[in-house]
């Protein structure tokens, strides 16, 4: 199977906030699309600004146990309990808000906790990505998108794409019309196995040769 859809009552969606402003325009429209999510589906929102982290620090390779704050243990349980991951960042220098990127650099420390399994754990399971933006032109926002679905792709994740809404001062993406749109029905978008450009590379080779053999 190549997608994760339709929503089945089994979902159960986690929301990480990383934006530096409460209530900013990104979560104005990651919320918009969480309307559009059946009732019975599970959703749990997360703030890094009221649940922060420190600075992540590799100890994966320095013997000892590896210590856990109560941030982390709740971000980390609430991460293996979904099976939708929502990231909304705003576009920051145009990639991933400093919250977001520190709550993905930890994903490297569980990794290698021995027993919980991350990597087998999270794949099959659906990133998805909501942000808001201040330039017009959607393209300066393709380093996010590489960002996450790389990550997406060597988890062997689900990846949905980034759900991209205009908006810098506070509330303005309630007038973005196209976004609000496309907020509407974000989650049922197809989300196929993300895979890295050179895994599509070579995907694309092999269905050119197998056309030709086809066709010989």
């Given at each position: 199977?190549?997608?994760?859809?339709?929503l089945s009552a089994d979902r159960s969606f986690l929301f990480v906030l990383g934006?530096?402003?409460?209530?900013?325009?990104?979560?104005?429209?990651?919320?918009?699309?969480?309307?559009?999510?059946?009732?019975?589906?599970?959703?749990?929102w997360i703030d890094l600004n009221t649940?922060?982290?420190p600075d992540f620090q590799d100890g994966r390779h320095e013997e000892g146990?590896?210590?856990?704050?109560?941030?982390?243990?709740?971000?980390?349980?609430?991460?293996?309990?979904?099976?939708?991951?929502?990231?909304?960042?705003?576009?920051?220098?145009?990639?991933?808000s400093a919250q977001t990127k520190r709550y993905l650099d930890y994903w490297s420390g569980w990794l290698g906790v021995p027993g919980l399994d991350f990597k087998q754990r999270m794949a099959g399971r659906t990133l998805w990505a909501v942000a808001a933006m201040a330039d017009d032109d959607e393209a300066v926002a393709d380093g996010m998108a590489t960002t996450l679905n790389n990550t997406?792709?060597?988890?062997?994740?689900?990846?949905?794409g980034v759900l991209l809404g205009n908006g810098s001062r506070p509330g303005?993406?309630?007038?973005?019309?196209?976004?609000?749109?496309?907020?509407?029905?974000?989650?049922?978008?197809?989300?196929?196995?993300?895979?890295?450009?050179?895994?599509?590379q070579t995907g694309l080779a092999e269905r050119a040769a197998e056309t030709v053999g086809a066709t010989a």
């Open positions: 199977m190549t997608n994760h859809s339709p934006s530096s402003r409460a209530d900013g325009n990104t979560e104005i429209l990651a919320r918009a699309a969480a309307e559009a999510l059946p009732g019975g589906i599970p959703q749990r649940l922060p982290l146990d590896w210590p856990v704050s109560e941030a982390e243990r709740t971000l980390r349980e609430a991460t293996m309990e979904a099976t939708d991951i929502v990231i909304a960042s705003p576009l920051y220098w145009y990639t991933l997406a792709a060597y988890l062997r994740m689900r990846f949905g303005q993406v309630r007038g973005d019309e196209r976004a609000l749109i496309r907020a509407k029905t974000y989650f049922e978008s197809a989300t196929p196995r993300a895979r890295f450009p050179h895994e599509k």
